[in-house]
């Protein structure tokens, strides 16, 4: 694959991610404006819609790649020393993998 392509991927990655992203925060910013507060009960019968449980994993994804194209961006950019670069990449992947992992849990526990 040409360089080209691997960077109109990665922006269009970018893209995508930051308006689901916005979308999904603007959809809850909304929902909790007009619902008001709730109590546990309807907390946990919200969380454990079908829809809801797709659209929280949707946007875990979304962000976690929407941060792994600017994480790696930035250590490819700024960092020359190929060593700390990878290292860098390898830390930054397993801390996104390893919040994501989690965050897919916590969707999990809510829904069952």
Same mark, same amino acid.
């Given at each position: !694959? ?5 960077? %109109? ?7 995508f ?8 925060l ?34 875990? %994804?979304?962000? !976690? ?18 060593? !700390?670069? %990878? ?20 969707? %999990?526990?809510?829904?069952?």
């Amino acid at each position: !694959m040409s360089r080209h392509t691997y960077a %109109l991927r990665a922006w269009l990655i970018q893209r995508f991610s930051a308006v689901y992203l916005a979308g999904f925060l603007a959809y809850l910013v909304i929902h909790f404006l007009i619902q008001g507060s709730h109590g546990y009960a309807e907390w946990r019968a919200w969380l454990s819609h079908p829809a809801m449980g797709i659209a929280g994993a949707g946007f875990v %994804l979304a962000l !976690m790649l929407h941060g792994w194209v600017g994480v790696r961006d930035i250590i490819l950019d700024y960092i020359p020393a190929l060593g !700390m670069r %990878l290292l860098l990449l390898t830390l930054s992947g397993a801390l996104l993998a390893a919040s994501g992992f989690w965050a897919l849990r916590l969707l %999990l526990l809510a829904a069952g």
